[in-house]
């Protein structure tokens, strides 16, 4: 995973000194690759050994590995992009309409890099062969994290398997309350902290069913309560109004549960397809 996806994600989960660290690099990485440490520490209103410990919870070194390691970094997603060197920056006020733009498909093309590039291939077999021998499989996210709920059980309806996504949390901790071992619950939360998300997998759990949970924090009561977990990595940029790249990483992790579970019934699949889109189709104007 990469230095600034590394750093956007840990902010999450910081204590506050920390956090105000990786907020500045995140809003600007090149901030920390032409400051010193001193100047970095004052920038953020804490101290020199809080910068230490934050390189050192990121899993570097120290100050100097983490300015060669941004550098590095944005010099390669510069010529990647064919971007300025602030590439890696937050959207800003100055920024153009065609600047910002980049930005997000930039984003975009990394969390899916990133995400497929660090997939547990082991962990999504598992989930893929328990949602496969499910009679009943049960979806469930809050906000941003509902709509890619919505999409996996669009796609598992598409192909005759009984998904359900529940659409409140009383309804989701009580379907998941009556499973049964022949069933799958599968929650979503890209912080892994939704206390409704977490619930229904507890309650899930507690009735005998298999638990997937799919989230970008490692450490998170979501994946504690996942027999499966499966990692999505996304630098989701603050000037938002709901989850935006993170969304694009999580709907790729859809995909592969999803194109997983089809292939094992490759003949059935490619008939349930075909009778859905004709029956579809027989809706539309001539």
Do not use: W
């Amino acid at each position: 995973m990469s230095i600034q996806t590394t750093i956007a994600t840990a902010a999450e989960t910081l204590p506050p000194s920390l956090a105000r660290i990786a907020r500045v690099i995140t809003d600007d990485p090149t901030t920390a690759v032409e400051s010193t440490i001193s100047e970095l520490a004052a920038l953020c209103d804490t101290s020199v050994a809080s910068v230490v410990r934050f390189c050192r919870v990121i899993g570097l070194r120290g100050y100097a590995a983490l300015r060669m390691s941004l550098a590095a970094e944005l010099g390669r997603e510069s010529v990647q992009f064919n971007a300025p060197a602030g590439f890696g920056s937050e959207i800003a006020t100055g920024d153009t309409l065609p600047d910002a733009v980049g930005k997000i498909a930039a984003l975009e093309l990394l969390a899916i890099e990133e995400t497929i590039g660090n997939l547990d291939f082991d962990v999504l077999a598992a989930a893929v062969e328990a949602i496969d021998q499910a009679d009943r499989i049960l979806l469930f996210g809050v906000g941003a994290s509902r709509l890619v709920a919505d999409d996996l059980g669009h796609k598992l309806l598409r192909i005759g398997r009984s998904a359900i996504v529940l659409s409140d949390a009383h309804e989701a901790s009580a379907a998941a309350s009556l499973s049964a071992t022949k069933a799958v619950a599968i929650g979503f939360s890209n912080s892994g902290s939704t206390r409704e998300t977490v619930r229904f997998l507890q309650a899930a759990r507690g009735a005998g069913t298999t638990t997937i949970g799919v989230t970008s924090v490692v450490d998170s009561p979501l994946v504690r309560e996942s027999d499966h977990a499966l990692f999505s990595h996304a630098r989701e940029p603050r000037f938002r109004a709901g989850a935006m790249v993170s969304r694009i990483a999580q709907l790729a992790l859809v995909d592969c549960l999803f194109v997983g579970v089809a292939q094992r019934r490759h003949a059935h699949t490619v008939h349930a397809l075909q009778r859905t889109a004709d029956a579809a189709r027989a809706l539309r104007d001539d």
